[in-house]
């Protein structure tokens, strides 16, 4: 009873096995898969058994030719927590040295390489169904999207009420730089994370950033959209030119899309998996909420900063015409989702505690 009561245990949780529920001891790594790393690889496995009953040919070429390019660039990427962590822990007047040797202790290292491997685990999986969406599913819901949009927003539509108060007024070329820089934002907010220093924030905030990414790429298989820039050009005719880097994008993500698109009657032609399009959820908006909330949770003192990076996010979703209003709103809920679930996982899975918030 003692165990039970420590681990939190309820109802069909009691018949876990005292391994998987039992907090590890300090200092120990624990044995088995994590949460994170078990809906990693079933996510892959899923993705790759969707896609090959889907008829296409998913195999280790294609594992060739996404997963090692990736390898140096996350690397460095999580390299770079630690450094980013370290120059908040000196901005908060607190000195880095226990969290330095904390970080070349072979438990920190060991969890540092799982959370590595993972990122690849699910970043392929994201890719290819991502960019396969052309192929397996043909119905686009660009104009309900649309109409959806303005429903919910009295009658307006937001994609021509900000273009329209933006343009010309020098706004919205700053909006469009900040949405290029969402990648190195993003990026740099998973690797703070993953160079926290106690184990359980970096375990659940992985797990929370498996299930957004995942749970987005089916979303975009079951309800495909291409977004208004694409379906709707004339909105974007006059403020077009405010806005080269997402115009230049834009082109070349559809001429991917057109390569793949072929591949419906032929066979397909030489294609780049990491430029899919889809718009519904906003991942954009959706990683950076999410980043938010952990923020929120483990960073205050960044909080204030974080809301105006997402604030920015979603409005320069909509005026750059890569979304509508509502893919934001879907990423946003698609995120407190994630987040939800990692806490209550971890929390029943047991762990050690949090450490004091930060």
């Given at each position: 009873m003692a165990e039970e009561s420590a681990a939190g245990e309820r109802g069909p949780w009691r018949r876990l096995p005292a391994w998987l529920t039992r907090p590890p001891a300090p200092g120990r790594v624990r044995p088995g898969l994590y949460a994170f790393e078990i809906v990693a690889w079933l996510a892959l496995a899923a993705a790759?058994?969707?896609?090959?009953?889907?008829?296409?040919?998913?195999?280790w070429v294609t594992v060739d030719?996404?997963?090692?390019?990736?390898?140096?660039?996350?690397?460095k990427a999580l390299a770079s927590g630690v450094v980013l962590y370290a120059v908040y822990h000196l901005l908060r007047r607190r000195p880095p040295g226990d969290y330095l040797r904390?970080?070349?202790?072979?438990?920190?290292?060991?969890?540092?390489?799982?959370?590595?491997?993972?990122?690849?685990?699910?970043?392929?999986?994201?890719?290819w169904l991502k960019v396969s969406?052309?192929?397996?599913?043909?119905?686009?819901?660009?104009?309900?999207?649309?109409?959806?949009?303005?429903?919910?927003?009295?009658?307006?539509?937001?994609?021509?009420?900000?273009?329209?108060?933006?343009?010309?007024?020098?706004?919205?070329?700053?909006?469009?730089l900040w949405y290029s820089w969402w990648l190195p934002s993003t990026m740099f907010g998973l690797a703070f994370f993953c160079a926290y220093p106690d184990a359980r924030t970096r375990r659940r905030f992985m797990l929370s950033t498996v299930l957004l990414w995942t749970l987005g790429a089916w979303l975009y298989v079951a309800l495909p959209a291409l977004g208004p820039a694409y379906v709707y050009p004339e909105e974007f005719a006059e403020v077009r030119e405010e806005m080269p880097r997402a115009a230049g994008a834009q082109s070349m993500l559809m001429d991917n899309y057109q390569k793949v698109?072929?591949?419906r009657t032929g066979p397909l032609k030489?294609?780049?998996?990491?430029r899919g399009i889809a718009a519904l959820p906003s991942l954009h908006v959706g990683g950076h909420w999410l980043l938010l909330l952990w923020v929120r949770r483990r960073a205050r003192p960044l909080y204030l900063p974080a809301a105006l990076g997402t604030a920015l996010t979603f409005v320069g979703s909509i005026v750059t015409g890569w979304h509508y209003a509502v893919d934001g709103y879907a990423g946003i809920i698609v995120a407190l989702a994630a987040y939800w679930t990692a806490l209550a996982v971890d929390r029943r899975l047991g762990g050690e505690a949090d450490a004091v918030e930060d």
């Amino acid at each position: 009873m003692a165990e039970e009561s420590a681990a939190g245990e309820r109802g069909p949780w009691r018949r876990l096995p005292a391994w998987l529920t039992r907090p590890p001891a300090p200092g120990r790594v624990r044995p088995g898969l994590y949460a994170f790393e078990i809906v990693a690889w079933l996510a892959l496995a899923a993705a790759v058994v969707f896609l090959r009953w889907q008829g296409l040919n998913v195999d280790w070429v294609t594992v060739d030719y996404t997963i090692p390019p990736l390898i140096a660039p996350t690397l460095k990427a999580l390299a770079s927590g630690v450094v980013l962590y370290a120059v908040y822990h000196l901005l908060r007047r607190r000195p880095p040295g226990d969290y330095l040797r904390q970080v070349f202790s072979l438990p920190w290292l060991l969890l540092g390489a799982r959370l590595w491997l993972t990122c690849l685990v699910f970043t392929y999986a994201y890719f290819w169904l991502k960019v396969s969406v052309p192929l397996v599913n043909w119905r686009l819901w660009d104009r309900e999207l649309w109409r959806l949009d303005v429903l919910l927003h009295a009658g307006f539509s937001p994609t021509v009420f900000l273009v329209e108060l933006l343009a010309g007024t020098g706004l919205l070329p700053l909006l469009e730089l900040w949405y290029s820089w969402w990648l190195p934002s993003t990026m740099f907010g998973l690797a703070f994370f993953c160079a926290y220093p106690d184990a359980r924030t970096r375990r659940r905030f992985m797990l929370s950033t498996v299930l957004l990414w995942t749970l987005g790429a089916w979303l975009y298989v079951a309800l495909p959209a291409l977004g208004p820039a694409y379906v709707y050009p004339e909105e974007f005719a006059e403020v077009r030119e405010e806005m080269p880097r997402a115009a230049g994008a834009q082109s070349m993500l559809m001429d991917n899309y057109q390569k793949v698109l072929a591949g419906r009657t032929g066979p397909l032609k030489r294609f780049n998996p990491t430029r899919g399009i889809a718009a519904l959820p906003s991942l954009h908006v959706g990683g950076h909420w999410l980043l938010l909330l952990w923020v929120r949770r483990r960073a205050r003192p960044l909080y204030l900063p974080a809301a105006l990076g997402t604030a920015l996010t979603f409005v320069g979703s909509i005026v750059t015409g890569w979304h509508y209003a509502v893919d934001g709103y879907a990423g946003i809920i698609v995120a407190l989702a994630a987040y939800w679930t990692a806490l209550a996982v971890d929390r029943r899975l047991g762990g050690e505690a949090d450490a004091v918030e930060d």
